[in-house]
């Protein structure tokens, strides 16, 4: 029987592995974000600097290993086959929880996953055990170590809302200092705060990465733990005086240096740190096994305690450690998840305009209502000549070039974030509040970007909504961990071998669901990157992009009415309700089109702003198009959907007939603007009047049938409905064409 113990150790390897890559795509984040958002430095550079960050980290985590094995539950009042079992479950829901953030692009904590896991199955396995050996409910506190989840849920409410207030406070006092004109203030305070930031820096590493390095001698680990004031004064001297040789000597910006460095620190805390979120169960899990076959030990699983894991010196057996260091700079560079949750918080801290990801809610609207009703009052408050000081320092450059090169935010923004959060984690650390990285460098992000005025009063409903959303993920984490780890726990007990075996099973299904849906995902992100052209600036870019963007619309179009006739003669209403999903995505990204017009005339250059009308009235004949289209397919489901009657024979017929028109017509152009021979597009304009007046044709043939043999009322008006908008679909198509047709042959005559 305890061979099956092994095959449970191999499956929490398995996880291991597994939680591993999902948790190093939810937390690269945070030590990715600010080098990436500022582009400070080469995107290759900032990965192998956090790769060697990791690696190092991972074999300095052995310390916090302790967590798993005693931290949450008390292992002497459970036995072997208990804190398998708990094990198992807590790797389970781990494993699925971030896998379902990271397919949603949304940063969670990882240490909130995995300690609300281990109170959840703990608790459930403990209320079973009081019920029914004790029949005392009273007992149920020497199982679990209360004091350490309560210590947790105290430092997730700090840590958000220190880590917004000190992110906000310091950004602003910074940006008040350098302003967007960096180099105007840099040489006279440039070394000042470079020795402040790297201070910090050089702290949080020394306080936070080195507390549970086994190699370093304990009156080093002494002299760091009594002598934090030395250790500052003498570090900002140091630093301040390199940060100003790297200025003067060097020519070297020491934002970048700061920048490199912090992302090195970062990297190596979440490893050293976090590193226990992810294979801390598994080891704790190899250690009880260890414990319970060595030698003279005859008790069985459901009766050896392991009180053993409770001994302060166990260490975590190194090979783990590199192995899972080996497999988190593997993540680092290859998972596509991780680009996804970076996204969210770069989209959500980025200075200026574009895409918002979430939508206003009403929270949001009232929030930045109310904020904007504060801002009145202090503008009223205080004097008019020094409110007019305090915005001439928020008065930002004017960037040009492409939107994609340039980055989410400054590199003083970029410093602020690691130092921040350096600073916040390094105090946490010596008060002993398990503060999650994760909160800490989200939230200082996020009051970073809200002190650099990035969220105005065209953003801010949007960005607020956005940190709602993230943050309410983190709560939901914490209740969805601890119930679902519950529920699974008490299952394999109940279960045993047939719940771990069927749990595998889903486990393998679900990550495979779950990698399709996000392949999916991402090609739907691709097709609307394709589309999103914001940044051409020739007239020879506008017709190729418009061709491009046109071929592409006009090739859906044409798909999706067939099928929506072809569905609503057969009544399939699964497949209506697929191309209701079809339209959706393709009204996603011509409003991503439109959404850019902005910044598409902004980049013009000065001999192609004539263009501007042309590009405009394209996107707007587009529109029209899907809007016609969208009546078509939103009003087939609907009769479908309402179970009306069928469509007879002969409309059907007379619509598929208008169908094979259409089929012809619109492959006739998407073939004209994907080879771009425009000169055919005189041929295509020819035809129109013919296939109106066969729309029309048809229109009266139903009023024909009316005014006979037609006898329901809801046919008819749907009839009518798809009629008509064919109608406006043939027109606006033409127009467009017209349009393009003029706008080429004023081109060809300027040159």
């Known amino acids: ?204 590493i020394l306080v936070k990465g080195l507390k549970s390095v086994t190699f370093v001698p304990s009156s080093v680990k002494d002299f760091i733990k009594d002598s934090p004031f030395i250790i500052i004064g003498y570090s900002f001297v140091f630093w301040t005086i390199v940060c100003q040789f790297l200025m003067s000597v060097i020519k070297y910006n020491i934002f970048k240096f700061i920048i490199i460095v912090g992302t090195f620190g970062l990297a190596l805390a979440f490893a050293g740190n976090d590193l226990v979120n992810f294979i801390g169960v598994p080891i704790a899990a190899y250690q009880a096994y260890e414990i319970y076959v060595a030698p003279g030990q005859n008790l069985g699983a459901t009766e050896f305690m392991m009180s053993g894991l409770e001994e302060e010196n166990l260490p975590a057996p190194f090979i783990f450690l590199a192995m899972a260091g080996a497999v988190m700079v593997y993540t680092l560079w290859t998972s596509k998840k991780a680009r996804t949750v970076i996204e969210t918080e770069q989209n959500l801290s980025r200075q200026g305009e574009g895409t918002e990801k979430y939508n206003a809610n009403n929270l949001s609207r009232n929030i930045v209502r109310g904020m904007l009703y504060v801002g009145n009052v202090i503008s009223f408050i205080l004097p008019k000549s020094l409110q007019a000081k305090l915005d001439a320092q928020f008065i930002q450059l004017e960037v040009k070039g492409k939107r994609d090169k340039q980055p989410m935010f400054d590199m003083v923004r970029a410093s602020v974030n690691l130092v921040v959060a350096s600073v916040l984690i390094s105090i946490g650390t010596s008060l002993k509040l398990p503060l999650s990285t994760t909160y800490v460098t989200f939230m200082v992000a996020m009051g970073s970007s809200f002190a650099d005025r990035a969220w105005d009063r065209e953003s801010a409903v949007y960005r607020v909504a956005g940190v709602f959303n993230v943050i309410g993920g983190w709560f939901v984490t914490a209740i969805v961990a601890f119930l679902s780890s519950a529920i699974i726990a008490y299952v394999l007990f109940i279960g045993e071998v047939y719940a771990f075996f069927a749990f595998m099973i889903v486990v393998a299904i679900f990550f495979y669901r779950s990698n399709q849906i996000h392949k999916r995902k991402m090609k739907e992100e691709d097709d609307i990157k394709k589309l999103k052209k914001e940044d051409i600036v020739t007239i020879k870019e506008i017709i190729n992009e418009s061709s491009q963007q046109i071929s592409r619309v006009i090739f859906t179009t044409n798909k999706v009415y067939t099928d929506v006739l072809d569905n609503l003669g057969l009544q399939d209403l699964a497949k209506l309700k697929e191309n209701k999903k079809a339209l959706k995505k393709l009204e996603k990204e011509v409003d991503e089109l439109k959404s850019n017009v902005y910044y598409f005339i902004k980049n013009l250059d000065e001999t192609s702003v004539e263009a501007s009308k042309f590009y405009v009235m394209i996107l707007g004949y587009l529109q029209d198009m899907i809007q016609s289209l969208a009546f078509i397919t939103q009003n087939s489901y609907s009769h479908i959907n309402n179970n009306h009657k069928q469509l007879k024979f002969n409309q059907i017929r007379d619509l598929k007939s208008i169908d094979v028109e ?77 349009l393009f047709k003029e706008f080429t042959i004023h081109v060809k005559s300027k040159k």
């Not at 109170?119 to 004091?147: H, P």
């Open 662 to 738: 259409l089929q012809k017509l619109f492959d006739t152009i998407e073939t004209i603007f994907k080879d771009q021979s425009f000169d055919k597009l005189d041929e295509v304009l020819k035809e129109k009047n013919q296939i109106l007046n066969n729309v029309s044709e048809l229109i009266q043939k139903q009023i024909t049938r009316i005014r006979t043999v037609e006898t329901s009322p809801k046919n008819s008006k749907l009839y009518f409905g798809l009629l008509l908008e064919t109608n406006d679909l043939i027109k606006a198509t033409m127009n467009l064409l017209e």
């Open 1 to 204: 029987m305890d061979q099956i113990y092994v095959i449970m150790l191999l499956a929490l390897g398995i996880l291991a592995i597994t939680d591993l890559m999902v948790g190093v795509s939810n937390d690269a984040v945070n030590f990715l974000n600010s080098a990436i958002g500022s582009k400070a430095v080469s995107f290759k550079t900032i990965m192998i600097v956090a790769s060697i960050g990791v690696a190092v980290g991972a074999l300095y985590s052995n310390g916090m290993m302790e967590i798993a094995r005693n931290g949450i539950f008390t292992p002497s009042m459970f036995s072997f086959n208990d804190v398998i079992i708990i094990f198992l479950a807590v790797m389970i829901t781990d494993v699925l929880l971030l896998d379902v953030f990271n397919s949603l692009g949304l940063p969670t904590s990882t240490t909130v996953s995995v300690i609300f896991s281990l109170l959840g199955a703990s608790v459930v396995l403990a209320i079973y055990k009081v019920y029914v050996i004790d029949g005392n409910m009273d007992n149920l506190g020497a199982y679990i170590n209360t004091k350490k989840a309560s210590e947790i849920v105290y430092s997730i409410l700090l840590s958000v809302l220190l880590s917004f207030g000190l992110g906000t406070i310091v950004q602003y006092v910074s940006r008040l200092i350098f302003t967007f004109h960096i180099d105007k203030r840099y040489k006279y305070v440039g070394a000042i705060f470079g020795g402040i930031a790297m201070t910090a820096i050089t702290f949080f």
